[in-house]
Structure formats: C-alpha cells, structure tokens
C-alpha cells in the first residue's frame, strides 16, 4: 500500500513550457485535491475532484489545467510555464468512510522551478 | 483578510517546556476543524482533529471556540521530535479544507 504517490519530485522548467505533474492513491479514496505551497502562504489549493470524471476549482486555479480520468489517478497541467509557478506542489486525497472525517493524506511533493 | 490566521512563530521553546498555538478562522460556517504537522520539506500529516468539547491525545490538548472562532492547541512536556511547523485547519463547507501558514516550532536540548 504506497498511499499517495507523486511525480516527478523535482523539475525545472523554462518558461513558457509545459509540464503534467502525476498524482495517484491506491486508497480508493473518491476526492483528491491538489495545493501549492509557498514560503510565508501555507498550503493554496488549485484544483480539486469529488469522483472520477469531476473536477472543480480552488482558491488559486489561474494558469492550471487538471483531469481525473481514473479514480486513482489525478493529473495537473501546467500549459505555460511561468516563473509565478515557481512551488512545491502536494497532491493529497480522502475519502469518506476513514478514521476521521476529511483526513486528507499528502503525497511527498513535486518540487517545481520554473525559469 | 485570511480564513485561517495564525502567528508565524517561531517558538523557540526548552525541553520539557509547555507551549501554546493559537489560530483564528473566520467562516462561521465551518464545522471541521484539525491540526497538522508538517516537517521541513516534509509532507503535512494530520496531528489530531479539534472538537467542540476539546479534546486531548497524550501531550496534546486542542480546544475550539466557536463563538470567537478560535482553536487552540498546547503541547505539554515538549520533546526535540516536537519541533516542526503546525498547521490549522478548517473545512470550507465545500468537501475542501483552508489551511492556515503555520506555526513554526522549535524544542532546544
């Protein structure tokens, strides 16, 4: 069982290139979520999805594109890389029927700088 | 202003020591309320989830104020493995949770 896993861990990019960050659960867990975390911000969410097919926007969704095709998998575009993207990225995903309502577990990061 | 506010620290506490965090949110609505650890470069991780009645886990005792919107959480007999970032947490209504900056925790030998 590897709970949430990410990837990559770690990409520079130039701007105006584009990337797809992977996040997958083997929990089978219906949400999942995806936050930036910058220095001084705490965790900013950018997109989230409440079951396969669904997806909806968090508080910071500009220049983010996001699918959720299968139920473990969840995946974050970056279209256009701009050096505003510069962050570390967490994945994380709950769902209903665990230890305590809306528990939400984190992937390790992506590590993302953008030039 | 924030959902979630709370004071950026850090704390710089000795062993052994008592210490409190404070967090203030500021939808009304909300009914989830948690704390979480994070460790530097670390992924967050939930330390405990706040109730009405407070409620305690060991060395940790997390209360909630409704009425001022206020959570609360005190680490007594602090350890060297205490010392990392804690975060406030509360649900936004939506299936969603808003996370406060974090207060940073130092223990010293």
């Known amino acids: 069982n590897a709970g949430v896993t990410q990837t990559p861990k770690f990409r520079v990019l130039k701007t105006g290139q584009s990337m797809t960050l992977l996040c997958a659960q083997d929990?089978?867990?219906?949400?999942m979520y995806w936050y930036r975390q910058d220095p001084g911000m705490g965790l900013r969410l950018i997109h989230y999805?409440?079951?396969?097919?669904?997806?909806a926007k968090g508080e910071v969704p500009d220049g983010y594109n996001v699918s959720r095709l299968k139920k473990q998998n969840f995946l974050l575009g970056l279209e256009s890389a701009a050096p505003s993207q510069t962050s570390v990225y967490f994945c994380?995903?709950?769902?209903?029927?665990?230890?305590?309502?809306?528990?939400?577990?984190f992937g390790p990061g992506t590590r993302l700088t953008v030039t | 202003r924030k959902e979630v506010e709370q004071d950026p620290g850090p704390f710089n506490v000795p062993e052994g020591a008592t210490v409190a965090f404070n967090c203030t949110y500021s939808?009304?609505?909300?009914?989830?309320f948690f704390w979480y650890r994070q460790d530097c470069r670390k992924e967050p991780k939930l330390l405990m989830s706040v109730y009405s009645s407070g409620n305690e886990d060991g060395r940790f005792t997390a209360q909630l104020n409704r009425a001022s919107q206020y959570i609360s959480l005190l680490i007594r007999d602090s350890k060297l493995s205490d010392s990392a970032t804690y975060l406030c947490v509360v649900d936004t209504g939506r299936r969603a949770l808003t996370f406060g900056s974090g207060t940073r925790l130092q223990v010293q030998p």
């Open positions: 939808n009304s609505a909300s009914q989830s």
């Open positions: 929990m089978n867990h219906e949400y």
């Open positions: 999805s409440v079951g396969e097919g669904t997806t």
């Open positions: 994380a995903s709950h769902g209903t029927s665990g230890r305590v309502s809306y528990e939400q577990y």
